[in-house]
């Protein structure tokens, strides 16, 4: 196959940089192992005809606050906020709720309202020039001295483990558990460093751009970035595994993949595979979706407003959870991660639900019944509103998407030693051995997100290297 340059895999990643080195004049074949387009990005019919269900990512932080899609300009999709980004429900008090308003969540935070203000707060008032920054963390950085001291002073509250930097900032079990929420979607051990780092970016996300999904579901996002790459000139074929780099022929390759299919394509420097064969996944995750025949009866009403719900109590419950999954062990009550697309999209063909909750890497457990209970716990009768189910564990995620290695969503642990060592320490890790092949995965800096900026990089340091 022959042609300037060949992406293989259509993940968010794969199709920033496809997009980008065809706008730079360059023809393009994208190469994609499944039927449809996506990676991360796909939507499909699981449950019943008619209704849309996000397979993978849902909530489009990321996508808004990325400069690479800022950039991109991209025509044809619609960002849907629901009224509240985020709520979390606790046993035997009101839920507590995270607003676009910054101001209007400290409110609801009581005597923690000024802490949220001074640490969240703080980072969303930062603004964009601070997650570009975030985003582009082995740069390039255009010099902005005050960005610089802003970065300092969040990067210090960033490396805590979640634990020590709730239990020091706040005061009220209210605080502490919207915090612990947050930051468990790192998948870490919330006792870990870095995993407060998690925290503060997404809720200051919350505040700087919001938690919307994709209007339609997140295929609509995927489409539009193949049908920029096409309106460009560009190739995209589907149902096309690479399984040896030497079936490409192109002076540039961008690799969508994870260090465990590279190391199965290529004849790699003994150096450099090592480095690869060091690398670790994180734990896996148990995907559930549902067909309903209405909302989900929240005890809290205020939860029927937000788009993202965390489940799992406490900072102290979320933390014993997450513990359990860090240490290969399946939580009888897991930190559950679920969305109502219907809280702001009424285009998925009635209500919809979407959740998970983390196990460990290339676990067998079946969590549909810790997931529904975690439900139920806050929301009695819950089951009742189910016409359909469907569930995916580990191993049914890695078949849909060989890089979600055992289940992992993340492309590899997000832990401090592998932040910016992904997939090896490099002050450009995108680049490889190999002349002209570039890795663009969350599997290189900044890591996991629907956010294009392994592809941004990959792209820009392959335009260069020609
Ligand atoms: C269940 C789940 C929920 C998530 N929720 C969110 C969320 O709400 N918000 C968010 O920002 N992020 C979320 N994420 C994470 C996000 O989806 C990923 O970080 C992102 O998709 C990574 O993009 P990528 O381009 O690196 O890879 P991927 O999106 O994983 O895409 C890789 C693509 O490459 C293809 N491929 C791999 N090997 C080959 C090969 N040899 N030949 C051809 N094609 C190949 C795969 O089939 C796949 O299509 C979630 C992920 C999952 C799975």
Known sequence: MAADAVV?????NGL???????????????????????????????????RVHDLGATVMAMALASPAFRELELKGVEFAHPPVAAAHPLDGRPAVLAHRDVHRTAEGLGRDGGAWLATVGAAARAGFPLVDLLLKPLGPWAPRPRTF????????????????????AFRTTEARALFAGMAAHSTLDLRSPLSAGYGLVLSALAHLVGWPVVRGGSQVLADALVAELRSLGGEAVSGHRVRRLA???????????????????????????????RYRYGPGVFKMDWALD???????????????VHLGGTLEEIALGEAETAAGKTSPRPYVLLVQPYAADPTRGGHTLWAYCHVPNGSRADMSDAIEAQIERYAPGFRDRVLARHTMGPADLEAVNPNLVGGDIGGGLAALSQFLRRPVW?????????????????????????????????????????
Do not use: K, N
Request: with cysteine.
């Open 426 to 466: 490099s002050p450009a890790p995108w680049r490889t051995p190999l002349p002209g092949v570039f890795l663009c995965s969350s599997a290189t800096p900044p890591g996991p997100g629907v956010h294009g900026m392994g592809g941004w990089q990959a792209a820009r340091l392959a335009l260069r290297a020609r």
């Open 8 to 12: 293989v895999g259509s993940g968010p």
């Open 294 to 308: 209405g909302p989900v009866p929240w005890r809290d009403p205020a939860v029927a407003g937000a788009g993202t």
């Open 247 to 277: 079936e490409l022929d192109a002076p540039i390759v961008v690799l969508d993949v994870t260090p465990r299919q590279f190391l199965a394509m290529a004849d790699l420097p003994a150096g450099y595979r090592r480095g690869l064969e």
């Open 16 to 50: 920033m940089a496809a997009v980008l080195l065809a706008r730079a004049g360059r023809q393009v074949v994208l190469l994609e192992a499944a039927e449809r387009f996506g990676g991360g990005l796909r939507s499909g019919e699981l449950t019943l005809p008619g």
């Open 149 to 168: 001291a802003q970065a300092a002073g969040f990067g210090a509250a960033a490396l805590l483990p979640t634990t020590t930097f709730a239990r020091t």
